[in-house]
């Protein structure tokens, strides 16, 4: 790591070198063996894995909410007490469904899939709207012009000019919506993008857990699905302009309405005016459950998936800071976030930020706190290193718990992506997330990422305790700091 401190950094090193002899010792109010027992219960058997909506992940979230109450953390004014409850849809792709347009016929699962609708038999008019996306305001308008009632719409995949990955997913929801408004019966987007249809097909044709929203489909029993082009194409006939019939059958996908919350605490702060602004520690508590739901090799005399590192140790670590910092409040006030549905696609702290219970502006940084394993104990490692501007504060209290800090392992893999920092980020918030100390991407990381031995009796408890004070005094230090947390200029999230 020290490798890649810019000149800066070094000369500030030699710097806070001075400042530490300043620091006065910190004392924590909780123990290792505390932690140990958090762990083990978090991580045991008999909570499954923590899976989003089960059981176990349920009896997690009341053990925090528990803890949160004795330590003397608040609920926060207007929530019904810790919980936000999130609406969940299990949904379960249709048993069955073809699509005949001129000649071929798509399958389901194999090159068309359904991801939303009922039961539905239709001989159809096809219809070819664009990219099916309507933005006034960009003067953009593909259905002008197009009578789509009662029809089949075919259109191209994402928004104009908006292809990746993320815009391709947020720009569904509208999709639906618009065409929907326009009385259409079934809507297709067409695959034609450059990230392999296999992982696609794994994840939207199969069961799959998403927050229930109101606004989801517009008007109700609209059928929207994929297709993935093959040879000969009818569509792109039906592009040219040809009039074409569609045979459309479907038996519909399944929905089941299920629930799971988010564990959401307050500590006041002590300062008169920077309690109005508010440090978020986070830390995803679910993982992903038991057998095939793991997605990864298990055995019958260990199928599940305890995650005792991802994100046991984090979730502990969070309630170590909640306890240590309820009974000596910093000046700003702190939000405690354990959220639930991180391994679905960070949907907890998705939630959570479109539901905030205090206002967006008044949030000033996220602490997140997720890692996937490690590999040093000598180590504390911070995805979103020079992001913001608290690094110097992150290295003095690293320094103070005898730890050093290692930025991102795998700057290629988007890890900063892939925790619920990025939920925050996408607010404009500032926020880093914060990982036992992983120095390079290797086996002694993988044997135990998303696999049924991730353990908790696998866990370096005195490091465990380490990695906690770290993390409680880099939040401490945040919650104290003159200036205001802030993104580095020119960051891609800063407003
Ligand atoms: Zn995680």
Redesign the pocket.
């Known amino acids: 790591m020290l490798r890649s401190i810019p000149a800066f950094f070094l000369l500030l090193l030699g710097q806070m070198t001075i400042a530490q002899t300043a620091v006065p010792p910190v004392t924590f109010n909780f123990e290792k063996a505390e932690l140990e027992s958090h762990l083990m219960y978090l991580a045991s058997d008999e909570l499954g894995g923590r899976r989003t909506t089960s059981e176990g992940g349920a009896m997690a979230a009341a053990y925090i909410a528990k803890a949160f109450e004795s330590y003397g953390v608040k609920p926060v004014p207007g929530m019904d007490g810790y919980f936000q409850n999130i609406p969940f849809n299990d949904v379960h792709p249709p048993l069955s469904g073809s699509l005949t347009l001129g000649e071929t016929t798509f399958t389901l699962n194999e090159n068309m899939l359904i991801l939303k609708g009922g039961k539905l038999e239709t001989t159809a008019t096809a219809v070819f709207a664009g990219h099916g996306w309507v933005d006034q305001e960009a003067g953009v308008d593909d259905y002008a012009g197009l009578d789509v009632k009662g029809k089949v719409v075919f259109v191209l995949p994402g928004s104009p000019g908006a292809q990746g990955p993320m815009e391709v997913f947020e720009a569904m929801k509208d999709k639906q919506i618009i065409a929907a408004e326009r009385g259409a019966v079934a809507l297709f987007e067409l695959y034609r993008l450059n990230f392999p249809w296999q992982f696609f097909k794994n994840y939207f044709g199969k069961d799959r857990l998403e927050v229930a929203r109101e606004k989801a489909d517009g008007g109700a029993g609209l059928v929207y699905g994929w297709l993935k082009e093959g040879t000969p194409n009818p569509v792109a006939e039906l592009e040219k302009g040809a009039v074409m019939q569609v045979q459309f059958t479907t038996t519909g996908i399944g929905t089941k309405q299920l629930e799971a919350a988010n564990v959401v605490g307050l500590i006041e702060g002590t300062d008169a005016v920077l309690k109005n602004e508010y440090l978020v520690l986070s830390a995803?508590y679910d993982?992903v459950g038991i057998g095939k739901e793991g997605g990864a090799p298990y055995t019958e005399t260990d199928s599940i998936f305890n995650?005792a590192r991802?994100?046991g140790m984090?979730t502990v670590a969070l309630m170590a800071a909640a306890k240590e910092l309820a009974a000596n409040p910093p000046k700003r006030s702190v939000l405690l976030l354990a959220c639930t549905g991180?391994?679905m696609g960070m949907l907890g702290s998705a939630w959570f930020v479109d539901n905030p219970p205090v206002p967006l502006e008044q949030m000033v940084y996220n602490l997140n706190n997720?890692?996937?394993g490690y590999n040093s104990t000598e180590h504390i490692t911070v995805i979103g290193l020079e992001r913001t501007n608290v690094d110097e504060l992150l290295y003095d209290a690293a320094k103070n718990s005898g730890l050093q800090i290692t930025g991102d392992p795998a700057p290629g893999q988007n890890l900063y992506e892939r925790?619920d920092n990025i939920s925050f980020a996408r607010k404009k918030i500032p926020a880093i997330d914060v990982a036992p100390g992983i120095t390079e991407m290797n086996e002694a990381v993988f044997q135990y990422y998303h696999q049924a031995a991730d353990n908790p009796d696998t866990i370096d408890y005195d490091y465990l305790l380490r990695f906690s004070q770290t993390y409680t005094r880099m939040a401490r230090m945040i919650a104290n700091m003159e200036g205001k947390p802030a993104w580095t200029p020119g960051d891609k999230f800063e407003d």
Request: charged share 35%; no cysteine.
């Open positions: 995803h993982h995650g991802d994100n984090g991180e391994e997720d890692g996937a925790s």
